[in-house]
């Protein structure tokens, strides 16, 4: 019975003073590096997490047997493409924590339906994937979502 008790006690004293964080947790403002807030439709160049000299920006280029440029990868010899953050159905605004978003890159090859981002799964290496361009661009490959 002692042992009960002394676990109940336990139990309790660690709900109480432990800080989960709620679902209910009002949204923040998402920033960008410099600590200002990401606005809608402007233009961000994205980089790792690590500040490294020897890191570069997100690119397109070709995997597996493509004949276009649609794969999102990182060249760490380049400063990369600028994206832009929209809202879907909105022109104007900051972009909170939870926020559906449209991520594109500002340019695009001529081969690529749009240049909004997607998930895909590579045919060759069987690899989820990012991407851009719509369902026309992967003949057959599967796309798991339209971004």
Do not use: R
């Not at 020897?54 to 760490?76: F, R, Y």
């Amino acid at each position: 019975m002692n042992s009960l008790f002394s676990l109940t006690l336990s139990f309790l004293l660690f709900t109480f003073i432990t800080n989960i964080p709620s679902n209910n947790a009002a949204p923040s403002q998402v920033i960008d590096t410099n600590g200002k807030p990401l606005i809608h439709g402007n233009q961000y160049f994205i980089f790792p997490a690590t500040h490294n000299p020897s890191t570069g920006g997100l690119t397109l280029n070709e995997i597996s047997d493509s004949e276009c440029p649609l794969t999102v990868l990182q060249n760490n010899a380049i400063l990369g493409i600028p994206v832009k953050f929209t809202i879907p159905e909105s022109t104007t605004g900051n972009i909170l924590t939870g926020t559906d978003l449209d991520i594109e890159f500002t340019e695009k090859p001529n081969c690529a339906a749009s240049s909004k981002w997607l998930l895909f799964v590579d045919n060759t290496t069987q690899l989820n994937c990012v991407g851009i361009g719509g369902p026309g661009n992967y003949h057959g490959g599967e796309i798991i979502n339209m971004l």
